[in-house]
Protein backbone atom coordinates (compact mmCIF):
# COMPACT_ATOMS: atom_id res chain seq x y z
CA UNK A 1 0.00 0.00 0.00
CA UNK A 2 1.72 3.25 -1.49
CA UNK A 3 -0.52 5.47 0.71
CA UNK A 4 -2.25 7.54 -1.82
CA UNK A 5 -5.73 6.65 -2.80
CA UNK A 6 -7.86 7.47 -5.42
CA UNK A 7 -11.53 6.84 -6.32
CA UNK A 8 -13.12 5.41 -8.36
CA UNK A 9 -11.44 2.65 -9.40
CA UNK A 10 -13.67 1.78 -12.23
CA UNK A 11 -15.60 4.10 -14.38
CA UNK A 12 -17.74 3.77 -17.73
CA UNK A 13 -19.25 6.54 -19.04
CA UNK A 14 -20.25 7.77 -22.26
CA UNK A 15 -18.53 10.22 -24.92
CA UNK A 16 -19.81 13.92 -24.50
CA UNK A 17 -20.19 12.91 -20.29
CA UNK A 18 -17.73 15.09 -17.66
CA UNK A 19 -16.05 12.55 -14.83
CA UNK A 20 -14.01 13.60 -11.90
CA UNK A 21 -10.92 11.57 -10.55
CA UNK A 22 -9.99 12.11 -7.10
CA UNK A 23 -6.82 11.54 -5.45
CA UNK A 24 -5.89 11.57 -1.45
CA UNK A 25 -2.03 11.81 -1.44
CA UNK A 26 0.08 10.11 1.35
CA UNK A 27 0.38 12.17 4.44
CA UNK A 28 2.84 14.91 4.35
CA UNK A 29 3.41 14.67 0.67
CA UNK A 30 2.90 18.30 -0.95
CA UNK A 31 2.86 17.36 -4.86
CA UNK A 32 0.53 15.46 -6.55
CA UNK A 33 1.14 14.34 -10.34
CA UNK A 34 -1.68 13.00 -12.37
CA UNK A 35 -0.12 10.32 -15.59
CA UNK A 36 -2.28 9.01 -17.98
CA UNK A 37 -1.45 5.06 -18.99
CA UNK A 38 -2.81 4.01 -22.41
CA UNK A 39 -1.77 1.00 -24.68
CA UNK A 40 -0.46 3.29 -27.62
CA UNK A 41 1.04 6.12 -25.68
CA UNK A 42 2.49 4.52 -22.06
CA UNK A 43 2.55 6.35 -19.25
CA UNK A 44 2.10 10.32 -20.24
CA UNK A 45 3.14 13.03 -17.41
CA UNK A 46 -0.37 15.46 -17.26
CA UNK A 47 0.33 17.92 -14.69
CA UNK A 48 1.54 18.98 -10.88
CA UNK A 49 0.24 20.25 -8.60
CA UNK A 50 2.69 21.35 -5.10
CA UNK A 51 0.98 23.04 -2.33
CA UNK A 52 -1.99 23.83 -4.29
CA UNK A 53 -0.08 26.15 -6.91
CA UNK A 54 -0.07 24.14 -10.19
CA UNK A 55 3.88 23.57 -10.71
CA UNK A 56 4.64 22.09 -14.50
CA UNK A 57 2.04 20.96 -17.05
CA UNK A 58 3.01 18.08 -19.60
CA UNK A 59 0.54 17.14 -22.28
CA UNK A 60 -2.75 18.02 -20.71
CA UNK A 61 -5.58 17.96 -23.13
CA UNK A 62 -7.25 21.58 -23.34
CA UNK A 63 -10.56 19.28 -22.11
CA UNK A 64 -8.83 18.46 -18.75
CA UNK A 65 -7.99 20.44 -15.85
CA UNK A 66 -7.35 19.54 -12.27
CA UNK A 67 -6.53 21.03 -9.06
CA UNK A 68 -5.71 20.18 -5.38
CA UNK A 69 -7.12 21.57 -3.01
CA UNK A 70 -6.28 23.21 0.87
CA UNK A 71 -6.24 19.60 2.18
CA UNK A 72 -3.84 18.80 -0.47
CA UNK A 73 -6.06 16.34 -2.67
CA UNK A 74 -6.67 16.84 -5.85
CA UNK A 75 -9.03 16.25 -9.01
CA UNK A 76 -8.74 15.74 -12.36
CA UNK A 77 -11.67 16.97 -14.43
CA UNK A 78 -12.36 14.76 -17.75
CA UNK A 79 -14.74 16.71 -19.66
CA UNK A 80 -16.74 16.45 -23.19
CA UNK A 81 -14.97 12.71 -23.29
CA UNK A 82 -13.56 10.72 -26.39
CA UNK A 83 -13.44 7.28 -27.22
CA UNK A 84 -9.56 7.69 -27.04
CA UNK A 85 -9.54 9.07 -23.51
CA UNK A 86 -10.07 5.45 -22.22
CA UNK A 87 -7.36 4.81 -20.36
CA UNK A 88 -5.78 4.08 -16.83
CA UNK A 89 -5.03 7.27 -14.66
CA UNK A 90 -2.50 7.17 -12.08
CA UNK A 91 -2.15 10.19 -9.33
CA UNK A 92 1.01 10.05 -7.44
CA UNK A 93 3.14 12.05 -4.42
CA UNK A 94 5.35 12.92 -3.27
CA UNK A 95 7.15 14.95 -0.72
CA UNK A 96 9.39 17.20 -2.93
CA UNK A 97 11.66 18.94 -0.19
CA UNK A 98 13.70 20.03 -2.78
CA UNK A 99 17.89 18.87 -2.43
CA UNK A 100 17.92 16.40 0.48
CA UNK A 101 14.56 14.80 -1.56
CA UNK A 102 15.44 12.14 -4.33
CA UNK A 103 11.93 12.82 -6.02
CA UNK A 104 10.39 9.01 -5.66
CA UNK A 105 6.64 8.99 -6.78
CA UNK A 106 4.39 6.79 -4.69
CA UNK A 107 1.40 5.85 -6.91
CA UNK A 108 -1.81 5.01 -5.97
CA UNK A 109 -3.74 1.78 -7.96
CA UNK A 110 -5.06 4.05 -10.55
CA UNK A 111 -8.64 4.67 -11.83
CA UNK A 112 -9.71 2.88 -15.10
CA UNK A 113 -11.80 4.84 -17.39
CA UNK A 114 -13.69 3.15 -20.24
CA UNK A 115 -15.50 5.48 -22.88
CA UNK A 116 -18.10 3.98 -24.61
CA UNK B 1 13.09 17.96 -24.13
CA UNK B 2 12.67 14.79 -22.14
CA UNK B 3 12.19 11.49 -24.07
CA UNK B 4 12.61 7.99 -22.91
CA UNK B 5 13.16 5.25 -24.92
CA UNK B 6 13.42 1.36 -23.83
CA UNK B 7 12.63 -1.74 -25.90
CA UNK B 8 8.80 -3.37 -24.97
CA UNK B 9 9.36 -7.00 -24.16
CA UNK B 10 11.84 -9.23 -22.57
CA UNK B 11 12.15 -13.08 -21.89
CA UNK B 12 14.41 -14.59 -19.51
CA UNK B 13 14.69 -18.25 -18.30
CA UNK B 14 13.82 -18.42 -14.30
CA UNK B 15 17.00 -18.24 -12.71
CA UNK B 16 18.79 -16.14 -15.38
CA UNK B 17 20.08 -12.67 -15.06
CA UNK B 18 17.82 -10.00 -17.10
CA UNK B 19 19.17 -7.07 -18.13
CA UNK B 20 16.57 -4.01 -19.19
CA UNK B 21 18.06 -0.94 -21.10
CA UNK B 22 16.59 2.53 -21.51
CA UNK B 23 18.00 5.67 -23.29
CA UNK B 24 17.08 9.16 -22.33
CA UNK B 25 17.84 12.00 -23.63
CA UNK B 26 18.12 15.33 -21.65
CA UNK B 27 21.21 15.99 -20.05
CA UNK B 28 19.94 17.62 -17.42
CA UNK B 29 18.49 14.92 -15.44
CA UNK B 30 19.36 14.83 -12.03
CA UNK B 31 17.68 11.43 -10.94
CA UNK B 32 16.82 8.41 -12.88
CA UNK B 33 14.80 5.83 -11.52
CA UNK B 34 13.80 2.11 -11.99
CA UNK B 35 9.42 1.60 -11.87
CA UNK B 36 8.03 -1.91 -11.24
CA UNK B 37 4.82 -2.49 -12.43
CA UNK B 38 2.84 -5.76 -11.26
CA UNK B 39 -0.80 -6.22 -12.76
CA UNK B 40 -3.56 -4.58 -11.74
CA UNK B 41 -1.20 -2.54 -9.20
CA UNK B 42 0.28 1.26 -9.36
CA UNK B 43 4.01 1.98 -10.14
CA UNK B 44 6.42 0.98 -7.70
CA UNK B 45 9.81 2.50 -7.39
CA UNK B 46 12.30 0.05 -7.29
CA UNK B 47 15.64 1.85 -7.12
CA UNK B 48 17.20 5.20 -8.05
CA UNK B 49 20.23 6.46 -9.15
CA UNK B 50 21.79 10.17 -8.78
CA UNK B 51 23.16 11.59 -12.08
CA UNK B 52 27.01 11.67 -10.89
CA UNK B 53 26.99 7.87 -9.97
CA UNK B 54 27.83 5.30 -12.70
CA UNK B 55 26.53 2.40 -10.62
CA UNK B 56 24.61 1.44 -7.56
CA UNK B 57 24.19 -2.28 -6.08
CA UNK B 58 20.94 -3.43 -4.24
CA UNK B 59 20.70 -6.80 -3.29
CA UNK B 60 19.92 -8.77 -6.69
CA UNK B 61 19.74 -5.21 -8.75
CA UNK B 62 22.27 -3.71 -10.33
CA UNK B 63 22.21 0.07 -12.25
CA UNK B 64 24.38 1.36 -14.67
CA UNK B 65 24.50 4.32 -15.56
CA UNK B 66 26.91 6.01 -18.99
CA UNK B 67 26.01 9.76 -18.76
CA UNK B 68 27.87 10.32 -21.99
CA UNK B 69 25.62 7.58 -23.90
CA UNK B 70 22.72 8.84 -21.55
CA UNK B 71 21.79 4.74 -21.51
CA UNK B 72 20.77 3.41 -17.70
CA UNK B 73 20.40 -0.34 -17.55
CA UNK B 74 18.17 -2.39 -14.87
CA UNK B 75 20.07 -6.00 -14.20
CA UNK B 76 18.20 -8.48 -12.26
CA UNK B 77 20.29 -11.32 -10.68
CA UNK B 78 18.69 -14.87 -10.53
CA UNK B 79 14.91 -14.22 -11.77
CA UNK B 80 12.41 -15.30 -10.26
CA UNK B 81 8.83 -15.68 -11.35
CA UNK B 82 7.14 -13.31 -8.92
CA UNK B 83 9.84 -10.61 -11.07
CA UNK B 84 7.60 -10.92 -14.32
CA UNK B 85 5.90 -6.99 -14.55
CA UNK B 86 6.17 -3.71 -16.41
CA UNK B 87 9.29 -2.06 -15.88
CA UNK B 88 9.42 1.87 -16.44
CA UNK B 89 12.80 3.52 -16.87
CA UNK B 90 12.28 7.20 -15.91
CA UNK B 91 14.19 10.57 -15.83
CA UNK B 92 14.35 13.72 -13.66
CA UNK B 93 14.58 17.29 -14.96
CA UNK B 94 13.42 20.02 -12.61
CA UNK B 95 10.27 18.63 -10.90
CA UNK B 96 8.59 16.28 -13.12
CA UNK B 97 9.21 12.83 -14.12
CA UNK B 98 9.01 11.39 -17.70
CA UNK B 99 8.40 7.80 -18.05
CA UNK B 100 9.57 5.40 -20.64
CA UNK B 101 6.47 2.96 -22.42
CA UNK B 102 7.86 0.60 -20.16
CA UNK B 103 9.39 -3.38 -20.40
CA UNK B 104 7.47 -6.46 -19.90
CA UNK B 105 9.23 -8.90 -18.79
CA UNK B 106 8.07 -12.14 -18.91
CA UNK B 107 9.66 -14.82 -16.79
CA UNK B 108 9.35 -18.65 -17.95
CA UNK B 109 10.42 -21.63 -15.96
Known amino acids: DSGVTQTPKHLITATGQRVTLRCSPRSGDLSVYWYQQSLDQGLQFLIQ???????AKGNILERFSAQQFPDLHSELNLSSLELGDSALYFC???????????????FGEGSRLTVL | GEDVEQSLFLSVREGDSSVINCTYTDSSSTYLYWYKQEPGAGLQLLTY?????DMKQDQRLTVLLNKKDKHLSLRIADTQTGDSAIYFC?????????FGAGTTVTVRA
Open chain 2, 90 to 98: AERVDYKLS
Open chain 1, 49 to 55: YYNGEER
Open chain 2, 49 to 53: IFSNM
Open chain 1, 92 to 106: ASSVDRGSVDTGELF
